[in-house]
Nanobody, 124 residues
């Protein structure tokens, strides 16, 4: 059972930046072999895909974050990142890291392994 741990959330003002991180302690192969992604869920809303990256480095982004967010991974540090710039109040949500051996894109149903989430709050 792959365990994922997110960090880096917090409270920022609109226009600010945050960088989220996700590690998988004891499961270093996740970063070189799996598809890993970021999802978010705001209160009362469905979980939505934000960005995904596969083992080769191919990425996919939700239209709402293109040009503002960047997903990346460091296989040597076994860490997934989400750099979030130009944050907006509508980016406020719990952000989750997810992983799966197969390409899941931005569809939550395709991911078998999830972290507990890290809260991001953007004030206007």
């Amino acid at each position: 059972q792959v365990q994922l741990v997110e960090s880096g959330g917090g409270s920022v003002q609109a226009g600010g930046s945050l960088r989220l991180s996700c590690i998988a302690p004891g499961y270093s192969y996740v970063y070189s072999r799996y598809c890993i992604a970021w999802f978010r869920q705001a209160p009362g809303k469905e979980r939505e895909g934000v960005a995904a990256i596969d083992s080769s480095g191919m990425t996919s982004y939700a239209d709402s974050v293109k040009g503002r967010f960047t997903i990346s991974k460091d296989n040597t540090k076994n860490t997934l990142y989400l750099q979030m710039n130009s944050l907006k109040p509508e980016d406020t949500a719990m952000y989750y890291c997810a992983a799966d051996p197969w390409w899941g894109g931005l569809a939550a149903v395709r991911y078998n392994y999830w972290g507990q989430g890290t809260q991001v709050t953007v004030s206007s």
